[in-house]
């Protein structure tokens, strides 16, 4: 996850509370040590040579992305500033579709599902030159890397057409937006998984979004479905509103791996109410068998 995300619900701009479903335990971490891993942008090479290192094309992807990130930072300020005058203006909530559409593509659960595009790939010349090199260094094996890599990104382009980024977009994009605010002392959580969303297939064999909700700071969420308001509309929920839509991180599936917040009030209550929700949902699948 970014780490410009992650701060938005840190109370001092740094340290989160941090749930791992995994181990079952929470503890206070820095932000720039949660929801990461460590070189997953870059193409580590098979053989390691004295000419090449241990990655192709370094940094090559990371660049990309910061440059993305500074602008998806710099659009959720302006959303703020437009939240507190009451309005949102249509140039940013388009734009928030490519953000939203690209915290889900650039998950490493969907990076291991996207089809390579080698034309996407050829289109780039450091790649394409890579590839040349590779070839002619008879390290034919290590293009496969390479183009694993450059799937990547084509996903990093964040407006490339045909990449997961434009297909999430296009979804969202039919569907209606609203804003939400805590109304009371509740306050949004996220986790490794931000997104919570509902898909269906459809006629064309794929999968498209039915509706999500994507918190984007402790203090604000992002709603799109085919109900709720005609126009995009800002929205107080109260705190046991705001702590259902928390307890979504709890119970999805697939799970993810860590939940994080500014305060352990929330996490803490989220998991009671996740908790509550798994009881009565067995308990309604036994009366049901009776």
């Not at 697939?254 to 998991?271: H, M, N, T, W, Y």
Request: charged letters at 30%; aromatic letters at 8%; one cysteine or more.
């Amino acid at each position: 996850m970014p780490q410009y995300y992650l701060r938005r619900f840190s109370d001092d701009g740094d340290s989160l509370w941090v749930y791992n479903r995994r181990a079952g335990k929470t503890y206070k971490s820095r932000s720039e040590d949660v929801c990461e891993r460590n070189y997953h942008y870059e193409m580590e090479a098979r053989c390691q040579r004295s000419w090449h290192g241990r990655h192709l094309l370094p940094g090559k992807i990371e660049k990309k992305l910061s440059q993305i990130e500074g602008e998806q930072s710099a659009l959720l300020r302006k959303i703020d500033v437009q939240i507190d005058a009451g309005r949102i203006h249509e140039k940013e909530r388009r734009a928030l579709l490519w953000l939203v559409g690209h915290l889900i593509a650039r998950h490493p659960a969907m990076l291991a599902d996207y089809e390579p595009d080698y034309d996407a790939m050829y289109n780039d010349p450091e790649v394409r030159w890579g590839c040349e090199v590779l070839a002619q260094a008879g390290m034919a094996e290590e293009i496969e890397v390479l183009a694993k890599g450059a799937n990547q990104m084509v996903l990093a382009l964040w407006r490339c057409k045909g990449s997961p980024t434009y297909f999430a977009k296009n979804d969202l994009e039919r569907l209606r937006c609203c804003f939400i605010r805590p109304q009371g002392e509740a306050r949004f959580i996220t986790s490794s998984l931000p997104p919570h969303f509902n898909s269906t297939l459809q006629k064309d064999g794929k999968y498209h979004i039915d509706d999500l909700t994507l918190p984007l700071s402790s203090a604000l969420a992002v709603r799109y479905s085919n109900d709720g308001p005609t126009k995009c509309e800002i929205i107080e929920a109260s705190d046991d509103s705001v702590i259902e839509i928390n307890a979504g991180y709890f119970v999805s599936e697939p799970p993810c791996e860590q939940i994080v917040s500014g305060r352990k009030s929330d996490l803490d209550q989220a998991q009671a109410f996740a908790q509550r929700y798994r009881i009565n949902a067995a308990m309604a699948r036994i009366r049901s068998c009776r």
